[in-house]
């Protein structure tokens, strides 16, 4: 096995009993990823004297016999639209292309005291806003399964790169779907934990109601140590909150309910992902899981629902970025004549992509003068709706097993010149964020060589319950 | 259809500026965006209460105090971001 391949447990027993250093571990990483990303291209920047000092550091910790944390030496991928201080944030985006960020996120905080060596930032659709990687400003990324074809977004470079083995794991923000579709897409896990678990403090918001942070990696345990890293509440961010301590949770698999929403089955899904379904659910019957069809009755509104309350907020959280506080500008920034009002249409103009335009303006369209009650509030009325159906559904049910993307991987450019098709990817992952509460995708199967994925959902604060059917599922 | 008017009064308000091919193909995109979102018009909401956030808050609060930052290498590393400075302050157009 190479070590690139490690977990991060086995990786951590190879660094204490010696069998390898940190900056041995590390540089087998930055090795492969210098050669092979070239074509994958999941990465935006190379942290390599960052990854290389921290490795030292644990390797000394080590030489002096001191226990270390599990995290302790081991490589991360973070996406470029969270914060490390002193390392550029572009968030995909020209408008911020020289951002230098001022300080950690706290779940790069939190990392940062286990350990944790990061090998640099990852790839993003720009601000997190699309589904195939392919909106970023600085090229798209390549799918290391079948390189002609998407890695999935927005937190494809994350995926990719864990897909890839150029790291043991990432991090992904994921608003309506963006960790858990491009891990679907990657053959890895990848878990947007329930909202509030972990701080955004230092992600650079795209939807403040809907955006969390969640660990990418190769496997159900590994997700888990990530997520008890990162979780808790900070002083930081308002809607943070401590996790209610659950000791030794242990799930008996046979006393599971597993829910199956009918409406999912209707119209859309593709055949392969269909079957993949299906034998998750046969291998959970085997395993003496409780099988019962559930109804979410508002699922076909989740998304148009989404579709309003993600770029309303967007619109207001993209405000700040006004080509005077930070980030690049115009390199003609002299040249532009008028007044600010100008300067500001000329920045935006020119800094955003055309993705993040058609949200800024449907966004600002929906909180117009006259539109506000039509779209928006019915929006959030609908939201209610929604969280109710999930609310009614875990009365019944533990867990509910639901496919991640209702398509195998598409090809590059398949969909990028048609916006709303490239919205329907995100049909079984944008009620979760609606709702607020957790959702795993993990590997399932394959068709023709590409990865497919499930959700396992369960209530707020119940991740111990999707880790644990997980984990069932993955020794299966 | 939504107008060329309307997006291009929308634009401004969002502070974008488009060229004229863009406002066209924006305009068609715009469209379809907005039948597909108008979805929603069929759902009874009669009674519901909006739902703005997932989670019922409560207000954390910490003490507030004052970070003394005029010597403080934070505002030049916060001032070295922007790309116009003057004696310490962002510099920005006139605004009329």
Known sequence: MELTQFTIKQAHQGLVKK???????????????????????????????????????????????????????????????????GIKCTSASKILENYIA?????????????????????????????????????????????????????SGGSAAAVAANFSVFGLGSDTGGSIRQPCSFCGVVGLKP?????????????????????????????????????????????????MPKIENYKLKIENLRIGVPKEYFTKGMDSEVEKAVKRAIEIYKKMGTKILEISLPHAEYALPCYYIIAPSEASANLARYDGIK??????????????????????????????????????TYALSAGYYEAYYKKAQKVRTLIQRDFKKAFNKVDIILAPTSPSLPFKLGEKIDDPLSMYLTDIYTVSINLA??????????????????????ANAFEEDKIFEAAL????? | MVSKETVIHIAKLARLKFSENETEKFQGEFSSILDYVENLKVVDVS??????????????????????????????????????????????????
Do not use: W
Request: some cysteine; aromatic content about 8%; glycine content about 8%.
């Open chain 1, 19 to 85: 069998d390898f250093s940190a900056l041995e571990f590390t540089e087998a990483f930055l090795d492969k990823l210098k050669q092979e990303d070239k074509k994958i291209h999941a990465f935006l920047t190379v942290t390599e004297d960052l990854a290389i000092s921290q490795a030292k550091r644990i390797d000394n910790l080590i030489a002096q016999k001191k226990d270390i944390p599990i995290l302790a030496g081991i490589p991360c991928v973070v996406k470029d639209n969270i914060l490390i201080e």
């Open chain 1, 326 to 363: 930070y980030g690049k500008t115009t390199n003609d920034r002299q040249q532009v004549t008028g007044d600010l009002i100008d300067y500001y249409l000329k920045v935006r103009g020119e800094g955003f992509g055309p993705e993040v335009k058609r949200r800024i303006m449907l966004g």
């Open chain 1, 194 to 242: 329930t909202y509030g678990a972990v701080s955004r403090y230092g992600l650079i918001a795209f939807a403040s109601s809907l955006d969390q942070i969640g660990p990418i990696t190769k496997t159900v345990e590994d997700a888990r140590i990530v997520f008890d890293a990162i979780k808790g509440q900070d002083e930081m961010d308002s809607t943070s909150v401590e």
């Open chain 1, 102 to 154: 001022s300080y950690d996120a706290t779940c790069i905080k939190k990392l940062k005291e286990q350990g944790v060596v990061f090998l640099g930032k990852t790839n993003l659709d720009e601000f997190a806003m699309g589904s195939s990687c392919e909106n970023s400003a600085f090229g798209p990324t390549r799918n290391p399964y079948d390189l002609t074809r998407v890695p999935g977004g927005s």
């Open chain 2, 47 to 96: 009674g519901v209460e909006p739902t703005s956030h997932s989670m019922a808050l409560e207000n954390i609060e910490r003490e507030d105090y004052l970070i003394s930052y005029s010597k403080d290498k934070l505002s030049k590393k916060l001032l070295d971001l922007a790309p116009e400075t003057k004696n310490g302050y962002l510099k920005v157009k006139s605004v009329f």
């Open chain 1, 472 to 476: 069932a599922f993955e020794k299966s």
């Open chain 1, 436 to 457: 607020g509460i957790p959702a795993i995708s993990i590997p399932c199967a394959e068709s023709n060589n590409l990865p497919i994925g499930i959700q396992l959902i």
